[in-house]
């Protein structure tokens, strides 16, 4: 911020006037003439250090106690400006301290209104910097949600991508798959009739060369029939099962 007239004024005036409050006689012996005399000079090592206040003020302490305001009031002005205080008799101290008052008290209210409109416009800045904060959050609120659609319709995508061979897999399982299967099952139980055939029909004209070379058959004496070479009609029946079994097995 840029120091004007306005700004500057009344920060000397104010070390003044507690510069003129703190003049201590004592401590200087100047021979007053007039207005002005020869201010005394500080030595040059001394001048040239830091000015440090040596008041006995503490972080607790208040305005509001005298004490305090004292130590403050004695302490705030460097040895410099207390030169200048002492070099003045007592109607320049006098008149310096009304003009410089009054200058003070002119200036304070159009310091107090840049002040209250500084403050006003320091208040607009926050509403605005907070509108214009809440306007970004938003759009990068809506900017995250946007992202976050676009990454979840790739991602359904790429799904959907990997998962339609499976399912034309299955639909076909289901729809031509089974099917085959059954028709290879009945080709493959055709085949194997097929190759038991020529088996069953040697196997048939065994049993019926057999049965015309029979004779009539008797009834022994536990009422079983006999024929005339003396087997039981139900051996021979049993043993053309198990040679037609043994057939298909070989």
């Known amino acids: 911020m840029a120091y004007t007239a306005v700004n500057v004024v009344p920060t000397v005036s104010l070390i003044r006037f507690f510069s003129y409050l703190v003049k201590n006689e004592d401590w200087f012996t100047i021979q007053r003439h007039g207005f ?10 001394f001048a040239n250090l830091p000015f440090v206040p040596s008041w006995n003020v503490t972080n607790k302490d208040f305005l509001s106690d005298p004490v305090v305001c004292r130590n403050v009031v004695k302490e705030f002005v460097s040895h410099g400006q207390r030169l200048v205080a002492a070099s003045m008799d007592d109607e320049a101290l006098r008149d310096g301290f009304a003009t410089q008052w009054a200058q003070f008290g002119s200036f304070l209210p159009k310091i107090c209104q840049r002040w209250a409109f500084s403050f006003s416009t320091q208040e607009k800045s926050r509403t605005k910097l907070s509108i214009e904060g809440r306007a970004m959050l938003i759009l ?28 034309a897999e299955h639909e076909w399982l289901f729809a031509e798959g089974f099917a085959q299967i059954v028709v290879r099952l009945q080709c493959t139980m055709t ?27 008797s009834i022994g004496r536990d009422n079983s029939f006999i024929d005339s070479s003396g087997s039981d009609p139900m051996e ?4 053309r099962c198990s040679t037609f079994t043994s057939v298909k097995q070989d």
């Open 36 to 45: 002005l005399v020869d201010t005394p000079r500080l030595e040059a090592e």
């Open 140 to 167: 990068e609120r809506k900017a995250f949600k946007a992202e976050e659609g676009e990454l979840k319709f790739h991602a359904n995508q790429e799904l959907k991508a990997q998962v339609a061979p499976i399912s």
């Open 191 to 217: 085949s194997a009739m097929s190759s038991f055939e020529p088996s069953l029909r040697s196997t048939e004209s065994h049993g019926a060369s057999v049965e015309t070379s029979k004779q009539s058959p």
């Open 236 to 239: 021979q029946y049993c043993s």
